[in-house]
């Protein structure tokens, strides 16, 4: 049996839709909507019920979990916290300081304390890591080459566990991704009058660790790009996931974009 730790995204909707009538599942639904409520085998939580979170993966026989999708930081002050959430919680709010990923690392501690090992979210969903190529009919030029250069410079500078996944380099200068994630960055990036031009380079956070929350993008992710004026997107290579694969090549070709993995 394995365990399910769902949040928000299409990537837990798309591993359970692949895996649903092949494995023997525990969902621990950490969604704001209960987005898996209608399965019977789904359970809803929040982050600070670690008690009911470990309680149900351990009556379920789940010794291994699988994490997919994001789950915002918590407002500790207002989390629901059970008896072993009240233990664990003042680390949390320790490793909070540090930073989003950090937070991510010390649940999968608490989990190995209690015997639950963590495996990686793309282990049913191989086809979703794209290798290094450019996957597009259009490639970057002279001057894209030098915004992907300037944003993975400003992303490489990030602190170590800091929320930073993606940056839009454009012009020779670069806007940084905040906690608001991806989608609130390309919407408050202007598009310039009849010119394309910048990129979006999404990479996995330093410190990161690769089981759990690789930076993830596909067709709504060009979409988004093509509405802020941006020419391509930039993956690292293995270290990513990308939904919905054949369409946003397609969205990419008639738009004369890129997508490229380095």
Same mark, same amino acid.
């Given at each position: 049996?394995?365990? #399910? ?5 299409? /990537?837990?909707? %798309?591993? %359970? &839709?692949?895996? &649903? ?14 987005? /898996? ?17 470990? =309680? ?17 930081? +918590?407002? /500790? =002050? ?8 009240? %233990?664990? *919680? ?23 304390? !209690? ?7 793309? #282990?049913?969903?191989? !086809? ?9 009919? %259009?490639? +970057? ?10 944003? *993975? ?6 602190? +170590? ?53 690789? +930076? ?25 996931? /990308? #939904?919905?694969?054949? !369409? ?15």
């Amino acid at each position: 049996m394995i365990g #399910l730790i769902f949040g928000e995204t299409d /990537f837990p909707k %798309y591993i %359970y &839709r692949k895996i &649903r009538n092949k494995k023997k599942y525990t969902i621990i639904d950490l969604t704001n909507k209960n987005l /898996f409520k209608k399965d019977k085998s789904s359970h809803k939580a929040s982050i600070g019920q670690f008690g009911k979170i470990i =309680s149900i993966l351990k009556k379920n026989n789940c010794k291994k979990v699988l994490f997919a999708g994001k789950v915002n930081k +918590p407002n /500790f =002050s207002k989390l629901k916290l059970d008896l072993k959430g009240i %233990y664990y *919680i003042s680390r949390l709010i320790k490793k909070s300081k540090t930073g989003d990923a950090a937070i991510l690392k010390e649940i999968i501690n608490i989990l190995k304390k !209690e015997g639950i090992k963590t495996i990686s979210s793309t #282990l049913f969903t191989p !086809e979703l890591n794209l290798k290094r190529g450019n996957y597009s009919r %259009y490639k +970057p030029d002279a001057i894209d080459r030098r915004d992907i250069k300037n944003a *993975i410079k400003y992303l490489n500078k990030s602190k +170590p566990y800091s929320h930073i996944q993606a940056a839009v380099g454009r012009n020779n200068s670069v806007v940084l991704e905040k906690r608001k994630g991806t989608k609130y960055l390309l919407k408050n990036i202007k598009k310039q009058k009849n010119i394309n031009n910048g990129v979006l380079v999404k990479f996995p956070k330093k410190k990161q660790d690769n089981r759990i929350d690789l +930076p993830t993008v596909g067709l709504k992710t060009l979409r988004q790009c093509k509405s802020a004026g941006l020419k391509g997107v930039v993956l690292k290579h293995k270290n990513n996931i /990308f #939904l919905d694969k054949s !369409e946003a090549i397609k969205f990419a070709n008639k738009n004369s974009m890129f997508i490229l993995v380095q």
